[in-house]
């Protein structure tokens, strides 16, 4: 081999060397970065905590969690959620958002999944402490813990929250048991209960009605100054702990995965005014109720037993108890506070969607003004069934807001509908029917009880 060519395969292997000496520890880097998951750790709250005492808190968890995540947290995090908030018109909780739809918002931003959230929770003895890490775009929980910290100083305090990421374990799991106190960390413990604020808007899967957290509270049913027999005598009621209503009337797009799912059969037959009188017409149902109609539109031409078919499904659907809301809460909810004509307004075309001004059509949920409760179309739009039977008078309804029984042959229907004139979307007026006549303008929305 001459020398030239020598020394040029000298040069050659010599170069490359150097060339992939410094490639290799990258590699091996990236890969060791790969390893672990990105988790976005949603900012914790605790409620009386100063911020010192909630930046350690937050370190603690933090330190547990990097021994198996690449965690995202502080500002950037912050700044997404609230990005997101603004985007989806979220109210600003939690530095951010904590419904799913902003949620997954945020995870395109950030590039993951996957969100954790803790809970620390004062108790007499101590503390108990919680750690959930959902998938936002399932919206499933994958890995949970949950320890119990009972006369903690504040060391053993962040002691125990950094234990808590090293005590996950899958959310659908039962951990082995083993002897020795790490494995008695992970043992779960019965949390209280959510406490749900007055306002508070949420929703138990990503594609359930927004549902906003109704107060406690007393009003007077009917009008006194009313004309209509079956307004009167006016009563005082009191709904003695917070409930939830929906923040819209259930849409078409809503009752249309309803009704996928289920496979429920509402027939080819509505209802519609003609000439004063109600009569059948054409094969119209409530995916063509005779008028122009899209997926965010209330839902027309159901029943109440079409109604009532939903929120079981629904209710076993979310292992929540949804229901219609009773009469009483139905027109406690719409007054929200105040003695106005309408429902959240003296003038209706503020808030309703009506004869008057309706085009003879519903129109898109939600685009009117809400109450002062956070509800949108308590007037108007649709007219909605509730639970009770209907009494010809406000004698005997029970005064703490439950469902007034009867034979049923009756239902209530409240708020009026876009067919309805100016004085019948009154929040005192109250309609009657069948439970089995689909009608072009009936529809409902829902309430669900809270624990």
Known sequence: MSKPILRYLITLTVTTFCLAGPVLPAQAAEKSLSDKARLVLIPLHTGADSKPMLAQMEAALIRGLQQRYEVLHGKEVIQS???????????????????IACLKLAAGDLRTELFASALVIRTEDGYLLSLNIKNVMTDQSVMEASLSCNACDRSQLMDKLKGLGSALVPAAATPTVKPGPVAAAATPIKLPPRIFQPGEVFKDCADCPDMIVIPAGSFDIGSADSNVQDEKPGRRITIDRPFAMGKIEITRGQFAAFVSATGHNTDDQCLKLDDGKWETFGDNDWRNPGYPQDDSHPVACVDWFDAQAYVKWLSKRTGKHYRLPTES??????????????????????????????????HPAGTKLANQFGLFDMNGNVVEWVQDSYHDQYNGIPDNGSAWAGNGSKRVLRGGSWIYSRNRVRAAFRSVSAPGYRYVDSGFRVERQLP
Not at 81 to 99: H, I, P, Y
Not at 338 to 351: A, L, T
Not at 353 to 358: E, R, V
Request: hydrophobic share 15%.
């Open 329 to 362: 809460q139905w027109e406690y909810a719409c007054r929200a506070g105040e003695q106005n004509e309408y429902c959240g307004s003296d003038n209706p075309d503020s808030v309703a969607w009506y004869g008057q001004n309706s085009d003879r059509s519903t």
């Open 81 to 99: 959620l609230r990005n997101a908030s603004r985007k989806t018109g979220q109210n600003t909780r939690n530095q951010g958002c904590d419904d």
